[in-house]
């Protein structure tokens, strides 16, 4: 009787629960991790998040086997063929697999025809279960973030002061949504140097020519989940005590402002949640920070993620397919090539995303889902082409965000109205406008 474990790609942690069901006999308890080419191909994805996700595979793997485990890796076009010749030649009797976050791997992993057993472990890279979600949704005639978020707050004990919120208030976003100023002074991001293994997966991608959107080179992205703490590290001494009033903000030439640039990082599993909130909380009670930017964060993390998981758990499976507007206009062009834009707006946004494969919260939703919007497009076209463009990106982040709350395409599950908004809101928070052939103050046929 032999247990194996299958370590997905956005699943690397040392304390994920597929591998601690077995850490009493990881000496006899093989592992698998499968670079799959074919899968890779259903989207042109970014080429920097391929690099990502193939790099901190690659690392994980490596520390699994200092670590002890037995550890198989392959790069093959398909999962079944290696995953096949793996059960049979270690004797695999049980396949254990932490549950997938995203419903298509579920159902590609549920349709392998295994010769061994397969169980799925309950994902703990979350802060609230499946049916945690579904239990606190149950009976509610509406399901506002805000009330998800102040729930969390009190369950997890986060800037609490017995049963009333630190501050004495919930939310401080009003404090947050100030223009940029003209000469803003931005941190400098904790950016990395390819090691041998990043940068074999880089010549790996450019020869196979899986995808050709985005650049690939400079790639600066961390990989490791010591990396990923350095990251996390500089960004609570030295970008969140003025994260919050800037966070809407939008300035040419700023790729990133104040962000925190965590989210590639969690949705790898490098990073944990709880950790990260902990670590900001931390934070403003040791450096006496602004209650604001700090409340401004969290909010994203045990608020607006967690409530992001739990909605894509909760809605049916056609949830992908909603058109509330009936829109179809196809995605035009440029969201391929920026350069075939000249609304600087959306010139700036898709540019920064090409180079980088990452824009902020507002960029994504005020400039990219707002145009897509009002212009009319495929809601699955557009969420697709966000799936496939983002570092950060994945089944269970983008349904609900762009479908939901970009796009309004739910017809209200998420939120309470379209965010549909003129030029007027990009030129007060952004210098975008300035110098654009579109006038921000006339309507353009």
Known sequence: MTTGIWVLGDQLWMEQAALQSCIEEKARSPVILIESRNWVQQRPYHQQKLVLV????????????????LVTYESTDDFATPLNQWVKANGVTELRVMMPSDRPFLHLIQSLDLSCKLTFVPNNH??????????????????????????????????????????????????????PKSKLKTPTPLWFEPDTITQDVIDWVKSEKLSTYGKIEPFRWGVTRQQALQVLDVFTQERLPTFGPYQDAMVTGEETMWH?????????????????????????????????????????????????????????????QRNWFGHTQPLPEFFWDADKTDMNCLHQSLKQVENLGYAHHIQRLMVLSNFSLIAGLSPQEVENWFHAAFIDAYDWVMQTNVIGMGLFADGGILASKPYAASANYINKMSNYCKGCGYKSGRSHG
Request: hydrophobic share 40%; no cysteine.
């Open 54 to 69: 193939w790099s901190a595979m690659r690392h994980f793997a490596a520390e699994l086997r200092q670590a002890g485990w």
């Open 126 to 179: 979350f802060l609230w279960t499946d049916q945690e979600f579904k239990q606190w949704a149950k009976g509610r005639k509406n399901l506002l973030m805000e009330f998800f978020y102040r729930e969390g707050r009190k369950r997890f004990q986060v800037l609490m002061e017995g049963s009333q919120p630190t501050g004495g208030e919930w939310n401080f976003d009003k404090q947050n949504r100030k223009p």
């Open 260 to 320: 925190a640039l965590l989210s590639p990082y969690l949705n790898l599993g490098l990073l944990q949640p709880l950790e990260v909130i902990r670590a900001a909380e931390r934070a403003y009670y040791q450096h006496d920070l602004d209650l604001n930017s700090v409340e401004g964060f969290i909010r994203q993390v045990l608020g607006w993620r967690e409530y992001m998981h739990g909605l894509y758990t909760y809605v049916d499976d056609d949830y992908s």
